[in-house]
C-alpha cells in the first residue's frame, strides 16, 4: 500500500523567510502533484511533476522531484502572508490511477 | 472555478435519510472521482469512474452509493449515514493517463445528525 508522509505538518514563519515543505512516498511512481486548500476551500492545483529531477516554479514556490529517493520538496522563497494555507502531495503509483494524498502541511506565515 | 460544480455546498441530514450530493463537470473530461476529506485525516479515495464505468471501489460502505449516468456528471447517493461519516465530500475529474491534472471542486460540507 502506498504511504505518503508530509513534513512538517504545521509550520509557522515569517514574511521574507524561506521554507521547505517534504514529502516522502513508500513506492515507485511516475506522478506526483501538488495541491494548496485555503480554509473552506477545495484543492487548486499548483504543480504536476512527471520525471526523476523535474522542478517547477511558479512565483515563490518551487517543487521538485527526486524518484530514486522517492521525495519531493516544495520550496517556499521570501514568504508572504497569501502564501498562508495547506498544502498537499498526492502520489499516483506506477502504471497505477489512484491518487493518494498526504496528510497536508498547514502553513501560517506571519507578517 | 476549477469547471468542476458540486451541489449542495453544505448539507446536514438525519442517520435515516436519504439524499445525494451530485457533481458536474464542464471540462470534457472522461474520469470522475469522489473524495473523502474528514478533519485531521488525509484525502481518502472513495470511488473512480472511467468512461462512466466504476473502476475502483475504496472498500467504502455500502452506505455510499455512487452513480455515474454520463461523463459529465456524478452523483454520491447517501443512505443511513453515521455521525462519523461528516466530513467534506470533494468531486474531482481528470482526463485519464499519466500526467494529467486531476481538477477538483468546491465540496459539499456533510453533517450527519
Known amino acids: 500500500e502506498l504511504k505518503v508522509e508530509q513534513n512538517p505538518l504545521f509550520l509557522s514563519m515569517q514574511e521574507g523567510k524561506n521554507y521547505t515543505i517534504y514529502c516522502n512516498y513508500s513506492?515507485?511512481?511516475?506522478?506526483l502533484y501538488w495541491y494548496r486548500q485555503d480554509p473552506g476551500k477545495s484543492l487548486e492545483s499548483l504543480f504536476v511533476l512527471l520525471s526523476n529531477g523535474a522542478v517547477k516554479q511558479e512565483g515563490r514556490l518551487m517543487a521538485s522531484l527526486d524518484t530514486k529517493a522517492r521525495l519531493s520538496t516544495l520550496h517556499i522563497t521570501a514568504a508572504v502572508h497569501d502564501l498562508s494555507a495547506t498544502y498537499f502531495c498526492?502520489?499516483?503509483?506506477?502504471?497505477?490511477?489512484?491518487?493518494?494524498f498526504g496528510e497536508g502541511t498547514q502553513l501560517t506565515v506571519n507578517p | 472555478e476549477t469547471g468542476v460544480t458540486q451541489t449542495p455546498r453544505h448539507l446536514v441530514m438525519g442517520m435515516t435519510n436519504k439524499k445525494s450530493l451530485k457533481c458536474e463537470q464542464h471540462?470534457?473530461?472522461?474520469?470522475m472521482y469522489w473524495y473523502k476529506q474528514s478533519a485531521k485525516k488525509p484525502l481518502e479515495l472513495m470511488f473512480v469512474?472511467?468512461?462512466?464505468?466504476?473502476?475502483e471501489n475504496n472498500s467504502v460502505p455500502s452506505r455510499f452509493s455512487p452513480e455515474c449516468p454520463n461523463s459529465s456528471h456524478l452523483f454520491l447517493h447517501l443512505h443511513t449515514l453515521q455521525p462519523e461519516d461528516s466530513a467534506l465530500y470533494l468531486c474531482a475529474s481528470s482526463h485519464p493517463g499519466p500526467g494529467n491534472t486531476i481538477y477538483f471542486g468546491e465540496g459539499s460540507w456533510l453533517t450527519v445528525v
Open positions: 469512474y472511467s468512461l462512466e464505468e466504476r473502476v
Open positions: 498526492a502520489v499516483v503509483e506506477t502504471s497505477g490511477s489512484r491518487l493518494t
Open positions: 471540462l470534457g473530461h472522461n474520469a
Open positions: 513506492t515507485t511512481s511516475d506522478r
